[in-house]
């Protein structure tokens, strides 16, 4: 489903990540593998994709060319954080 039907690039679309017991995740990067794979099957090979999350993360893939049979995919960079020594088991998702 594209995102916006006005949008100048037919190659967006929203993407929602469902876990076999019903739960909505924010992100799956083998869902969003696949879901490229599918799409890009159907384009050329110098083809993109961009997906958007329930969460407006923007995933964008294309194809790294048909010899090859290789997906590039580019998921958006987190901030790092250091972790102060006995913290390990606190962390939050």
Same mark, same amino acid.
């Given at each position: 489903?594209r995102?916006?039907?006005?949008?100048?690039? &037919?190659?967006?679309?929203?993407?929602?990540?469902?876990?076999c017991? /019903?739960?909505?995740?924010?992100?799956?990067g083998? &869902?969003?593998?696949?879901?490229?794979?599918?799409?890009?099957?159907?384009?050329?090979?110098?083809?993109?994709?961009?997906?958007?999350t329930?969460?407006?993360?923007?995933?964008?893939?294309?194809?790294?060319?048909?010899?090859?049979?290789?997906?590039?995919?580019e998921?958006?960079?987190?901030?790092?954080? &250091?972790?102060?020594? /006995?913290?390990? /088991?606190?962390?939050?998702?």
């Amino acid at each position: 489903k594209r995102r916006d039907s006005g949008s100048a690039n &037919a190659n967006e679309y929203n993407i929602r990540y469902i876990t076999c017991n /019903g739960t909505e995740v924010d992100l799956c990067g083998h &869902a969003t593998l696949a879901a490229s794979s599918v799409v890009l099957q159907k384009m050329n090979e110098s083809a993109s994709v961009v997906f958007y999350t329930r969460n407006n993360v923007i995933l964008k893939a294309k194809s790294a060319g048909t010899e090859t049979n290789k997906i590039m995919m580019e998921f958006p960079l987190k901030k790092v954080i &250091a972790l102060q020594e /006995g913290t390990e /088991g606190r962390l939050q998702a």
